[in-house]
């Protein structure tokens, strides 16, 4: 029979590996300070951009991150820290867990991971400045219409200039 800390490690560990399969980029954040009421408000603005904060010990972290093959994220595990969990858009995380640090100081952002991509602090903080994927499909539609848009203001302006020039025809043929 295991020893019950022994199998809270390996389900801990487990449940990493298996969150890592189906997200789309995990990132790791330092907590050391920050009261528990606001990491249950933090908890709570990931879970609407279906984001979660999973808090585990360093060394299990560091175990279940080797063996997903993300190696490079284990240096920025150090002191209390929690790892971030991104299934749909890393954007909208990314931006919830930036405007959470600047509001308190005590969250530091330590890096992380983006399909097999090492994200480091200035990464994901340009990430937090793109617009959502809603407003850049919205531009990317806008720039697909501009010449099919131009084309018809283009032949709608050739047709009022026809119809102008025989409005003028017409006058010069009344004044007679």
Avoid: W
């Avoid at 980029?25 to 990931?46: E, H, K, N, Q, T």
């Avoid at 867990?97 to 399909?115: I, R, V, Y």
């Avoid at 539609?141 to 026809?162: E, M």
């Avoid at 020039?165 to 006058?171: A, P």
């Amino acid at each position: 029979m295991k020893k019950l800390g022994l199998l809270f490690k390996e389900t801990s560990e487990n449940r990493i590996k298996n969150t890592l399969k189906s997200s789309n980029a995990v990132f790791i954040v330092r907590y050391s300070g920050v009261s528990s009421p606001d990491l249950s408000s933090l908890r709570l603005s990931l879970r609407g951009t279906n984001a979660e904060l999973f808090v585990v010990k360093n060394s299990v972290a560091r175990r279940a991150l080797k063996a997903a093959g993300l190696e490079p994220i284990v240096k920025g595990i150090e002191g209390p820290c929690g790892l971030v969990f991104v299934k749909d858009e890393p954007v909208a995380a990314s931006k919830i867990l930036c405007n959470f640090s600047k509001d308190h100081e005590a969250l530091k952002l330590e890096g992380g991971s983006m399909q097999e991509k090492v994200l480091e602090i200035k990464d994901i903080e340009a990430m937090s400045k793109l617009p959502s994927r809603e407003v850049l499909l919205a531009q990317v539609v806008c720039t697909l219409n501009a010449p099919i848009s131009g084309f018809v203001i283009a032949l709608n302006q050739v047709l009022a200039k026809f119809v102008i020039c025989l409005d003028q025809i017409k006058q010069k043929k009344e004044k007679k």
